[in-house]
């Protein structure tokens, strides 16, 4: 598989703050790409970077296999649609006239504003105001405009930020949508179950590192889920290992396959009654804690 984006040991300083720390970046093309971190990892100022809105301080991109350079922006730029932080559009104009204005800008189609709006499903609200739209249309509107040019790759960051329930699943079968239709999609969010749902690939930062870059499955094989016992004698189980008391038994943190697999055997030896010995379904949000809290690199 092509990738999209590459970064190599990207990098911003911001006098002595380091922004983005050394970040090695795929993004293969076709998928949804999630890019995840907490508030202030860095998800902004690296999408700033790819867009070429900010400039590295160090490190290399390459966008569509060329690298990104003062003289190659204006070439690949018109194959990105982006919304970088709140949606815009003039509250003043109409949805419709605020794609009018893009398509004018870049010299476009007049059928691509139609199919823009038809996409987002913004049709029958193409001649209402803007500032009269709810916060889910307005971050339609603002992919809408986004994809007037029938971009390639698409690099929206936090699109759902503020949205409702329903808002953030109308967003995230519009993304899927579109992915399947073979744009590329980079979308960043701190919500970790909203991107779990939607993206094909992960990409997690902290502090401006990346510590995993891989799809969901390997990022849950690199987690270690809590091991659960039933038994009436915790007591007994607790002398072997420390865990914690529940109302079924125990539950143990931290244990690799083979500890577990020799637990469970000096329990059976000892004689001590297990009747079920099963790991937790972890969630993303667990993996994600789990990782930022240990703060290795994979
Ligand atoms: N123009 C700037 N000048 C100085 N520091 C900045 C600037 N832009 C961002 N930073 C700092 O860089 C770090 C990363 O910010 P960034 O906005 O990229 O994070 P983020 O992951 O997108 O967070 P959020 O979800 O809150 O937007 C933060 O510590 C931020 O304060």
Redesign the pocket.
């Known amino acids: 598989m092509n990738a999209v984006i590459t970064t190599q040991q990207l990098t911003?300083r911001?006098?002595a703050?380091t922004?983005?720390d050394a970040v090695d970046l795929v993004v293969p093309e076709g998928v949804v790409y999630g890019f995840l971190?907490?508030?202030?990892?860095?998800?902004?100022?690296?999408?700033?970077m790819l867009l070429g809105l900010?400039q590295p301080t160090s490190g290399e991109i390459e966008i569509f296999s060329q690298p990104l350079t003062r003289a190659s922006r204006g070439r690949l730029v018109p194959h990105i649609g982006s919304m970088i932080?709140s949606p815009p559009g003039y509250g003043h104009l109409t949805g419709e006239e605020n794609l009018r204005i893009v398509q004018h800008m870049l010299d476009l189609p007049s059928g691509q504003v139609e199919e823009a709006l038809r996409t987002v499903r913004l049709t029958e609200h193409r001649n209402k105001l803007v500032r009269n739209y709810s916060l889910g249309m307005k971050q339609r509107l603002g992919i809408a405009m986004a994809l007037v040019r029938r971009p390639a790759l698409l690099v929206l960051?936090?699109p759902t930020n503020g949205l409702d329930p329903a808002g953030i699943e109308e967003i995230r079968d519009l993304l899927v949508r579109l992915s399947r239709q073979g744009i590329t999609v980079m979308v960043?969010s701190?919500l970790l179950d909203e991107i779990d749902k939607m993206a094909d690939v992960l990409g997690i930062?902290s502090a401006?590192r990346m510590i995993f870059q891989g799809t969901r499955d390997a990022l849950f094989d690199h987690s270690v889920p809590d091991l659960m016992i039933t038994t009436t004698q915790p007591d007994r189980v607790l002398q072997q290992v420390s865990g914690t008391r529940t109302a079924e038994g125990v539950t143990v943190s931290g244990l690799g396959r083979e500890q577990a697999a020799r637990l469970i055997k000096d329990l059976a030896v000892a004689d001590v009654p297990i009747y079920e010995a099963r790991r937790t379904q972890q969630r993303l949000e667990d993996v994600f804690m789990d990782l930022t809290g240990r703060g290795g690199l994979l």
């Open positions: 911003k911001y006098r703050a922004a983005v971190g907490p508030n202030g990892s860095g998800k902004s100022t690296t999408m700033k900010t932080e960051d936090e960043s701190h930062l401006g």
